[in-house]
């Protein structure tokens, strides 16, 4: 179980870092359109969103004691 947890959190962690290089960059496109950088965008806010869940996840396994 240990060793899901610290996959699950480090999955979480690369998720968020893309996810928020998605965003704040956009479109790595020479000349990107609106239409382009708003579908970046959404799919950075989705990396982001998977990104938490799965880190929730992660934090919500409990190691076993014993």
Same mark, same amino acid.
């Given at each position: 179980?240990?060793?899901?947890?610290?996959?699950?959190?480090?999955?979480?962690?690369?998720?968020? &870092?893309? #996810?928020? %290089?998605?965003?704040?960059?956009?479109?790595?496109?020479?000349?990107?359109? =609106?239409?382009?950088?708003?579908?970046?965008?959404? &799919?950075? #806010?989705? %990396?982001?969103?998977?990104?938490?869940?799965?880190?929730?996840?992660?934090? =919500?396994?409990?190691?076993?004691?014993?």
């Amino acid at each position: 179980m240990k060793l899901l947890k610290i996959l699950l959190i480090a999955i979480a962690s690369l998720l968020v &870092v893309t #996810g928020i %290089f998605m965003v704040f960059n956009g479109s790595l496109e020479s000349n990107p359109t =609106a239409e382009q950088m708003e579908k970046v965008r959404i &799919v950075g #806010g989705a %990396f982001l969103a998977a990104g938490c869940l799965t880190g929730g996840l992660g934090l =919500a396994i409990k190691s076993k004691r014993g």
